[in-house]
């Protein structure tokens, strides 16, 4: 029994979609009291931070019709049923930057909105990076343009709003920890 | 125009819940196809890294629905319409630690999960805490438990996981680097 554990009286399924499944749960509090919990099932994600021998770290851009603007952001995607993170990891690396890497570490994983979504991401880190002469193709509906930046570039992508989630905002803090070897 | 935008042919308001409204959009997208994006409303959140005199941070426990398991995060909590971050950060110390404190600075904003909802969380640094004698009382929904750590103990949670989500993660990670000047 984990502490505040709230009971599952019923689950209903609200929207079944390609990306998300949005629930609502009845529950019962600690104290006994019922309450709704609105929830957003989410298959998953991973996210890359990939680190050219120079420094530089390669982003996308892409417009995200969430926020309504053009974001640069560490290359993710979408886990797929079954699919072991570090997997997902190589292929969107490959989908959106063309790279492939030698090296593929995982730095840590979390909850994007743990208020309202199960969406968690598995962060890694890519290193001995190649270009690949024919990469493979991503999602058909994905525009993405390659952005190589060094740390005080994305730093002032950051300043200036183009680099605006969370996922790259810890990425880069990340990157800054490893280079004065915290 | 944004790079790569996507044009809304039509938006189709598919839940309209207490915390999230979901949307089907019906999209054109840069190479002129059409495509539908799954969306989550959400007001809004603020998080908040309380650090004490002698370096610790106050954490808050909670049992977290969408994950199904208690979690250990920074203090944080939706924006009410209309009102400014910095009110609702102050608040929510308030509710959620029983702490006001003397300085709150803005530290930056991100969205949690671009690809499917439009949430961003204001985070806020607060220093110069006091404890409230008789703090004003959270959502009668919510059940949260202290724990003031040492940004050692607050890492070795994040190894064992219980502390799991990308806010607290960042706020550690800035908490270090303000630690060692960066």
Redesign the interface.
Known sequence: M?????RTVSTKT??E????T?E??D?I???G?P??????R?PG?VAIVPLLEDGRIVLV???????????I?VP?G?LEPGEAPAVTARRELEEETGYACAELVHI??????????????HMFAARGLTRIEEPAAGD??E???LHEATLEEAEAM?EDGRI???????SL??A??QK?G?
Chains 1, 2 share one sequence.
Do not use: C, N
Request: glycine content about 6%.
């Open positions: 984990e502490k505040f554990e709230e609200i929207y979609g390609k990306i998300i949005v609502l749960d529950v509090l600690p104290d009291k309450a709704k919990r609105e929830l957003v989410h994600a851009e892409q417009y995200r019709k969430a926020l309504g603007k053009s974001m952001e993710a979408k840590t994983t979390f909850a994007t909105s743990p208020g309202f979504a199960d969406e968690v991401v058909e509906d525009f993405v343009e950051m605006f989630d969370a996922k790259t905002a810890f803090l990340w800054k920890g004065t915290r």
